[in-house]
């Protein structure tokens, strides 16, 4: 199986733009959650979605959005950038697959955003 | 807010030895998972253990988790250079979402 993947790899933007992040989990998941990680700090949590409904959102600002669509890969739009949001954008699926329990979160590569 | 500490923050070892880490966390929790990440890249999972658990093994991965101390450790027997990683525990926690709290990793290196 093909695990979660994520796009694009890498990112440059500057301050103000907008940026949109994609994922596809893996397949038969249907619960993705977004993550971020600043350089020399553990990730941090942004969203969770299942089902295409919002199950939990972390202590970011609203600048911060997200949805899931019907084949539930993901998408996390960041407005307004700020340098603070440079990190590396991690996507998680969660799912009761062959290979782990429900409660196992599978990451994909990421997405390194930089912001100039 | 970071749920989890790992401690050390960084050990180095020699090939073949045991490395061992620990995770310190805050609150009643569901599970807790260790991951390995090479160089900010994505993390791999390597082992859940459920709070009524009290140890787990897989190949050369040894889990303990003691809920009375709220803390859990890692143990790596017979390195390898190619375990040279950043390590983190994550806690899901008892009647929350799905999320994962992150402590702030121990980076290992594993010398040839």
């Known amino acids: 199986d093909a695990g979660v993947t994520q796009s694009p790899t890498h990112l440059i933007k500057t301050r103000g733009q907008q940026v949109t992040l994609r994922c596809s989990p893996i397949?038969?998941?249907?619960?993705v959650s977004w993550y971020q990680q600043v350089l020399g700090q553990g990730p941090q949590f942004i969203f969770q979605?299942?089902?295409?409904?919002?199950?939990g959102r972390g202590n970011f600002p609203d600048r911060f959005s997200a949805r899931q669509f019907p084949n539930y890969s993901s998408e996390l739009n960041v407005n307004a950038l700020l340098l603070g949001d440079s990190a590396l954008y991690l996507c998680?699926?969660?799912?009761?697959?062959?290979?782990?329990?429900?409660?196992?979160?599978?990451f994909g590569p990421g997405t390194r955003l930089t912001v100039l | 807010s970071q749920q989890g500490e790992e401690d050390p923050q960084a050990l180095s070892i020699q090939e073949g030895e045991n490395a061992t880490m620990n995770c310190s966390y805050k609150?009643?929790?569901?599970?807790l998972q260790w991951y390995r990440q090479n160089s900010g890249r994505g993390l791999v999972h390597l082992i859940l253990i459920r709070s009524n658990e009290r140890e787990k093994h897989s190949g050369r991965l040894r889990v303990t988790l003691d809920t009375s101390k709220k803390s859990s450790s890692l143990l790596i027997t017979a390195s390898r250079a190619a375990d040279t990683a950043s390590y983190f525990c994550?806690?899901?926690?008892?009647?929350?979402?799905?999320?994962?709290?992150f402590g702030s990793g121990t980076q290992l290196t594993v010398l040839p």
């Open positions: 397949s038969g998941h249907k619960s």
């Open positions: 998680a699926s969660k799912g009761q697959g062959a290979s782990g329990s429900s409660d196992t979160q599978y």
């Open positions: 994550a806690t899901g926690l008892s009647g929350s979402a799905r999320q994962l709290t």
């Open positions: 609150t009643s929790i569901n599970n």
């Open positions: 979605y299942y089902e295409k409904e919002e199950r």
